[in-house]
């Protein structure tokens, strides 16, 4: 019964490490085909359109769902922030400690706002762009037992470049 067990373990793993090898190819031909893919780009939405095809030669049925976002207001924040913080420093250097009280506050609510309690507080001030969901449903071939869920993204993160000329 223990070696049953085990063969039956080393299967699922050299089955496991051909799938991922075969993830990891599809990902780098992706890459390697659209490039960058930041949220709302046309290379997003050409490498969901390339998901969706993938999965109409596997699945019932392959969607992309459309929807809106403004991706700059992510990693764009901190502009305004640190303008309103220059602000209140030079309010502060000119004896209006109130007003310069306020505008930190407002700067630190605002950031809270977006950050601690995910309202979209900074959105309207940045360009809105359509990106896409890709879904698809694999019917079961037998009696269903479980059901599985398979996300990620197919965008690629904006690097914030600062940092690495700066370490």
Known sequence: MCDTIIASMDEQQVLFSSATKRALARTKALIDQFGGRLAGSRACMETARALR?????????????????????????????????????????????????LVLLFMFTAAGLQFGWYREFYDRFYPQKTCYNVTAVLEPRGEVTRQLIFSGHHDSANELKFLKKHQ
């Open 53 to 101: 095809a993938d999965f109409q030669s596997l699945c019932v049925n392959a969607a992309l769902e459309p929807f809106t976002t403004r991706p700059a207001a992510f990693t764009h924040f901190y502009r305004i922030d640190i303008l309103l913080y220059l602000v209140g420093l030079a309010l502060l250097f000119l004896g209006q400690p109130l007003a310069a009280g």
